[in-house]
């Protein structure tokens, strides 16, 4: 987990803002190995994906205000 990430994580956490790791590159999964096995192809955006991403709250019902509030925290976090 990047540096960066952990600490936009930790701000959204803070102001009880939930998240979620991505889920690891599907290209890692036996699943996926086993039926392109033959395919040796280094998938480095996938990689990077799971490393430095995360989910937050993106439900419909999510209210204008609540919505601020995660942009609020994300940027702050960056700054």
């Known amino acids: 987990m990047s540096k960066k990430k952990k600490k ?3 701000d959204l956490k803070r ?4 998240t979620r790791n991505m889920f690891g590159p599907v290209t890692e999964l036996y699943y ?3 039926l392109f096995k033959k395919v040796r192809t280094k998938f480095s955006n996938a990689e990077l994906v799971h490393k430095q991403g995360f989910y937050i709250n ?3 019902t999510l209210k204008e205000e609540e919505q601020n509030k995660i ?9």
Do not use: A, G, L, P
């Open 32 to 34: 996926y190995k086993k």
């Open 71 to 79: 942009i609020k925290v994300i940027k702050t976090s960056i700054k």
């Open 58 to 60: 993106c439900s419909s």
């Open 8 to 10: 936009i994580v930790k």
């Open 15 to 18: 102001n009880r803002i939930e």
